[in-house]
């Protein structure tokens, strides 16, 4: 790799979705990845802005989601977090890529169309009249694909449900260099971990996802007896033993998953240690190892809240550095299209 790149929205709590799928990701490679390869994490505020927000929720959400950041082992002298809205150059290269965009390629979005089923009381046209659904919301994919082609990025982690939107990057990547005859932009990687799809704790065929109501997700804030509590409730089956079969027991399986992923070892190990045990015992177990592995995370949330002038140098420092490639690579782009 050469640049990685990753953005998170500023809504609300990250859960152990987002940070098993991607930010576990984000800190590691602050090992594995060479000196030399830049590492950038916008917090994507313009995307949270595709549906209706209160402004000062959303000021609170950026603080908080850098301090979570920062809590989960974002190291800000190896990393570079920021507000994406800093930097006006991803908006205008988002515009750019607009332009030379098929709507097609965006009404085969997965995300997009499940907005719009989700939307399916109303007929067409009342879908694109006052359901809610935005211009920003169609063209979403196309700010993330200036997102992280504004930084000539090579490597992108991300979980699961962010891969068509990369696909998609790469595909408005070849377009772009294709109708200017250069090759402007690389086509960027997904990096995904054993963790790519966490689900909902509710209901095993979706997601986790911050959308939907508190009891389904972990957010790495949950105090233990939430967690306790959100464990206890959630989907499991009759059967008195522990086994791993996302066919068959696709809400164990989940639950299989995440305690694999938190304590570090494989699913085999986890199976050969629970097997046996009944599904009260196994989720005492999971509450347990969620417990012990969000508690130092939640310490140092506690603290930074105290230390928000840190955190906002902290950001500052990444717009600046972000800033710096971004004007640089937009210059080149601007030429390239005519406009300088
Ligand atoms: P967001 O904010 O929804 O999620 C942040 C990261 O968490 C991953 N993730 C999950 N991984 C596993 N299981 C889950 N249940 C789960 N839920 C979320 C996401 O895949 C993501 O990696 N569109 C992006 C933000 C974005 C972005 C970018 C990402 C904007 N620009 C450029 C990469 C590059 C999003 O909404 O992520």
Redesign the pocket.
Known sequence: PELI?????PTGSPHI??F???LSKWVSLQRTAHDSVTLLY?I?DL?ALTIPRDPEQLKKSKIETAIVLLACGIDPARSYIFEQSRIPAHTELAWLFNCITPMGWLSRMTQWKLKLKTNSQFSEDEVLSFSGLCLGLFSYPVL?AA??LLYKATH?P?????VQ?LELTRDIAQMFNKMYHQNVFPLPLSITTS?????SLYDPSK????SDPENTRINLSDPPTIIAEKIKKSTSDSLKYITYDPETRPAIANLVTIYATMQGITIDQVVAEHGKSDIKTFKDALTQVLVEKLSPIQEEIQRLRLEQGYVQQVLKNGAEKASMIAENNLDEIRSIVGLK
């Open positions: 790149l990753s953005g998170i929205q979705g987002n098993l799928g991607a916008p994507v995307h993330q997102d992280i992108v991300i979980g699961d449900d962010q939107h963790a790519k799809r966490i689900m997601k986790m996802s911050k």
